[in-house]
């Protein structure tokens, strides 16, 4: 079992940044790949970046590339969410997730366990 929780998420204007970090707990946690997704009002939670056990590949949704930047810290038992140059369409829910795979997973049912999501707010 692995517990997830988030933090980080907050209110901010476009074009500003946030962290968002996620704890883990239970299992070993550097055995499992990590992802982000993100949930809007009205809309199905959608896949935004995710990173291997070993940190030494990522990957991103097009929407974000280049803007977000997932990173891990097995050290810490914590992966984050680097957000720049955020729009009001990030506005969102941010939840993490944990998959027991040696591949970057992005699809939400390739992922075992997930945290209760974190808010964030881009105003214009």
């Known amino acids: 079992q692995v517990q997830l929780v988030e933090s980080g998420g907050g209110l901010v204007q476009a074009g500003g940044s946030l962290r968002l970090s996620c704890a883990a707990s239970?299992?070993?946690?550097?055995?499992?790949?990590m992802g982000w997704f993100r949930q809007a009002p009205g809309k199905e939670r959608e896949f935004v970046a995710a990173i291997n056990w070993s940190a030494d590949n990522t990957y991103y949704a097009d929407s974000v590339k280049g803007r977000f930047t997932i990173s891990r810290d097995n050290a810490k038992n914590t992966v984050y969410l680097q957000m720049n140059s955020l729009k009001p369409e990030d506005t969102a829910v941010y939840y993490c997730?944990?998959?027991?795979?040696?591949?970057?997973?992005?699809?939400?049912?390739?992922?075992?366990?997930w945290g209760q999501g974190t808010q964030v707010t881009v105003s214009s």
């Open positions: 997730a944990a998959a027991g795979a040696y591949y970057i997973p992005t699809m939400e049912g390739q992922y075992d366990y």
């Open positions: 239970g299992r070993t946690f550097s055995s499992y790949a």
